[in-house]
T-cell receptor
Framework: RKEVEQDPGPFNVPEGATVAFNCTYSNSASQSFFWYRQDCRKEPKLLMSVYSSGNEDGRFTAQLNRASQYISLLIRDSKLSDSATYLCVVNNGGFQKLVFGTGTRLLVSP | DGGITQSPKYLFRKEGQNVTLSCEQN?????MYWYRQDPGQGLRLIYYSQIVNDFQKGDIAEGYSVSREKKESFPLTVTSAQKNPTAFYLC?????????????FGQGTRLTVV
């Protein structure tokens, strides 16, 4: 089983739609969690950290479920500019060692 | 402005040739990483370093070497032993913030074997 698993997609949604991605992780000792966004042929950039209590940043909401070992990302009112690959990242125990999922591709159409 | 700088952006290597990819950061981060990304795939860890003069192999270290002589610099050498080096290489650094860690990436180097 992979340490971090994501549905590769693509998720095809119209503008204005709400879309959600999940990411599961295998190590119950994982300490911190992040969502990164990667545009085609570019470097990943931090979208948001995922806190135990859940957190929201504008149209984006991230949640953590430790009991079921998954994190989620919800995007409301999708924009064309949201089209990208979203990477789930887990700090899998140990000092500053990060594990990346393979990413979920989102395509937002007019 | 603080950040991570990778160079060159594009690199072409001949068969049997060693090449070195540069990564410099001025974020005062302790940890630095090298990842490889192949088309349609996720990031795979090559090497990482938690502190100067120390580094650890990642999942796909064979055919690569690194050094960490300075906190700011973590160069990656792709040796002739790496049989399929064509890929997108990403350097990252991280430091503890608020109890967690997040990584910041350079713009990457696209390496092509010709």
């Amino acid at each position: 089983r992979k340490e971090v698993e994501q549905d590769p997609g693509p998720f095809n949604v119209p503008e204005g739609a709400t879309v959600a991605f999940n990411c599961t992780y295998s190590n119950s000792a994982s300490q911190s969690f992040f969502w990164y966004r990667q545009d085609c042929r570019k470097e990943p950039k931090l979208l948001m950290s995922v806190y135990s209590s859940g957190n929201e940043d504008g149209r984006f909401t991230a949640q953590l479920n430790r009991a079921s070992q998954y994190i989620s990302l919800l995007i409301r009112d999708s924009k064309l500019s949201d089209s990208a690959t979203y990477l789930c990242v887990v700090n899998n125990g140990g000092f500053q060692k990060l594990v990346f999922g393979t990413g979920t591709r989102l395509l937002v159409s007019p | 402005d603080g950040g991570i700088t990778q160079s060159p952006k594009y690199l072409f290597r001949k068969e049997g040739q060693n090449v070195t990819l540069s990564c410099e950061q001025n974020l005062n981060h302790d940890a630095m990483y090298w990842y490889r990304q192949d088309p349609g795939q996720g990031l795979r860890l090559i090497y990482y370093s938690q502190i100067v003069n120390d580094f650890q192999k990642g999942d796909i270290a064979e055919g690569y070497s690194v050094s960490r002589e300075k906190k700011e610099s973590f160069p990656l050498t792709v040796t002739s032993a790496q049989k399929n080096p064509t890929a997108f290489y990403l350097c990252a650094s991280s430091s503890r913030r608020g109890g967690g860690t997040e990584a910041f990436f350079g713009q990457g180097t696209r390496l092509t074997v010709v």
